[in-house]
């Protein structure tokens, strides 16, 4: 069985090592904050004092991290992964990042010899902790059956999408359509709620109707309906993947005019404070500007 490196034990990447140690996986971890890395020993993952080590010890690493210029960083750094790299090993980039700068990062580790796949996911922290992610894949079938099994013990649905760098591009424009869809779905609620209409009424009405979504069918029911903005998917990691999407659209000339107006929006939110909430949470500047709070006319009687 190959041995899995794993940088990165954020809310996704935890619960993706507890996955790969479940299904019997040796995982060298590493991560700067420190904050789940003695957790994690304690069930069973090698703490490595580097990503140089982790790399050296491992067959296959994995990256779970913010963006491209942690990445690189972790890559091409002191005591970095390239250091350690050799040939024949892996290197995965799970995170949401530019394309490009995975693209060259492919470059570089053919130099020594390496493989590389960018492979970012989509399916919140729960689809993490049951390892029913969905995983966009990009780079050679060949690396990719080398690493299926891996990948498999953390996504349920894994989509092979072209070379390397097309995972990313995928993983942008999914992104950009879900902060879309969220932030329409708080603009309808509010406009419901203010017209007299239970929006718990007008959900179910959406979700068997040509407005069904994602944003809706879950975020409304799960998190806004009970007020809870505890985070499944940050609205600061919301805001960064719409970056990545913005700046592709800018680097290739394509107007994106309302993923420019989500972007405002998002950042409405960030200044007050909503920033590490749940992206749900932008239904509270959708409330605020109508005057209402979304939330089932059940809860307000039960109140009463």
Known sequence: MQKVGFIGLGIMGAPMVRCLLKSGYLVN??????????????????????????AVFSDVIITMLPNSGIVEEVMFGENGLYEGMSAGKI?????????????????????????????????????????????????????????????ETMGEKIVPVGPVGTADIAKACNQMLFALNIAAVSEVMALAVKAGLDPEVLLSIVNAGSG?????????????????????????????????????????????????????????????????????????????????????????????
């Open 29 to 54: 971890i590493y991560d700067r904050s420190g904050l789940r890395s003695e957790e994690l020993s304690k069930e069973g993952a090698v703490l490595q004092k580097n990503p140089r080590q982790v």
């Open 91 to 151: 290197f995965i980039d799970m995170g949401s990042s530019d394309y490009k700068s995975n693209q060259q990062i492919c470059e570089w580790l053919k130099e020594k010899g390496a493989k590389m796949l960018d492979a970012p996911v989509t399916g919140s922290f729960k689809g993490a902790q049951e390892g029913t992610l969905t995983i966009m894949v990009g780079g050679d079938s060949q690396t990719f059956e080398q690493v299926r099994p891996i990948l």
């Open 212 to 304: 069904e979504s994602y944003a809706g069918r879950v975020k409304m029911a799960n998190f806004v309906f009970k007020r809870n903005f505890k985070p499944g998917f940050t609205l600061q990691l919301m805001a960064k993947d719409v970056d990545i999407a913005l700046n592709m659209g800018r680097s290739l000339q394509v107007p994106l005019r309302l993923g420019n107006l989500v972007r405002e929006n998002i950042r409405i939110a960030q200044n007050k404070g909503y920033e590490l909430d749940d992206c749900s949470c932008v239904i509270r500047i959708a409330e605020e500007d109508s005057g209402v709070v979304v939330e089932p006319f059940s809860h307000k009687n039960r109140e009463k």
